[in-house]
């Protein structure tokens, strides 16, 4: 299994519109984040997860032929906000909660209104619902994690011993089952400081250690979560600031 990180920011990305600080000015191309979305590369399949507005500028610089399926965590812009740039994708299967699913139809009317004229994204979708059980996407199994983004209902996802869970700020006791075992794990770190919707940098490495993952990658982070390399050298054993960009192999 190939993981690419193609963006590891928050919904502003990084650098923030007309600041200075030195996160935002820095050369170092660590601390420049585009919007948060993995591509995972299993058996031969290429599962996205999350497809914000930098999509189009991440398969220019990662660009694949096909994509078996997209997984959405969640409808907010940051992470649907691309979806249109599906169009070279054919009958994209996608993956999504129930309401995530209907404010993709509100938001993109003529991919589901019957008229089908050309160029236009073909996109399959397919409703998540409670108890959130495991699916196939071929003969890659994915089980969906349920938790909360402040009150917003959130679906990560695992896929073998690789689990994404981003915009998080609590998790049910009931799902923490589904993560046992997971040796990769990605984690939502937005700042240094506890936020209402979001884990802070401190609260992701509690949350890791409580998992027990083998190597823990932040995710999602805005310029308050300081320089690549400063906090870099802060962080435990199997824990790191994930970056723009960056590929592992599982």
Do not use: W
């Not at 914000?52 to 220019?60: A, S, Y």
């Not at 992470?79 to 599906?86: E, F, I, K, S």
């Not at 991919?111 to 409703?127: A, R, S, V, W």
Request: proline share 6%.
């Amino acid at each position: 299994m190939k993981i690419t990180f193609l963006g590891t920011g928050t919904s502003t990305g990084v650098p923030y519109i007309g600041c200075k600080c030195e996160v935002c000015t820095s050369t170092n191309p660590k601390d420049q984040r585009l919007r948060a979305s993995v591509l995972v590369e299993v058996n031969g399949k290429n599962i996205l997860i999350d497809c914000g507005p930098d999509f189009r500028q991440q398969m220019l610089l990662h660009p694949v032929e096909k994509l078996e399926a997209v997984l959405i965590t969640h409808e907010h812009y940051d992470h649907v906000g691309g979806m249109d740039d599906l169009r070279p994708f054919k009958n994209v299967p996608v993956y999504a909660h129930e309401r995530v699913c209907d404010v993709i139809k509100s938001n993109m009317p003529y991919c589901f209104n019957g008229k089908d004229y050309p160029g236009i994204p073909k996109i399959e979708l397919h409703t998540i619902h409670r108890p959130y059980k495991s699916f196939y996407i071929d003969d890659v199994k994915v089980t969906p994690i349920h938790y909360y983004h402040a009150k917003l209902s959130v679906l990560g996802y695992r896929i073998g011993d690789f689990a994404y869970l981003t915009d998080i700020s609590a998790m049910p006791d009931d799902q923490m089952y589904k993560l046992s075992g997971v040796d990769t794990l990605v984690v939502d770190a937005l700042r240094q400081t506890p936020h209402f919707s979001h884990f802070s940098l401190e609260q992701a490495i509690e949350f890791s250690n409580r998992v027990g993952a083998k190597q823990t990658y932040f995710t999602h982070c805005c310029h308050h979560i300081g320089l690549y390399d400063k906090v870099e050298e802060t962080l435990p054993k199997g824990m790191s600031l994930a970056y723009d960009n960056l590929i592992v192999t599982i």
